[in-house]
């Protein structure tokens, strides 16, 4: 089975002891859209993701794709 995009981004958020409260609002987003992410029934715009990327330490294509792997959480 493929992991998802929603997927990656809880298990992404969740390593990094962040909330997906403070990583939306960090990525000037609402907690609403957040969690319409996160159950992957919403596709965040580009820059969306490379905004939520950075916050996390990891890299917009990992989250996107899964084909690259993702910087650690530090």
Not at 16 to 23: H, L, Y
Not at 39 to 44: F, S
Not at 49 to 60: F, N
Request: glycine share 6%; no cysteine; proline share 4%.
């Amino acid at each position: 089975m493929t992991e998802t995009f929603g997927k990656r981004l809880a298990k992404t958020i969740q390593a990094s002891r962040n909330t997906k409260e403070a990583i939306a609002m960090g990525a000037g987003i609402s907690r609403t859209m957040m969690a319409a992410y996160l159950k992957d029934q919403e596709t965040p715009t580009h820059s969306e993701v490379e905004r939520i990327a950075e916050l996390l330490g990891t890299s917009a294509s990992w989250l996107l794709h899964g084909k690259h792997p993702h910087r650690p959480v530090v």
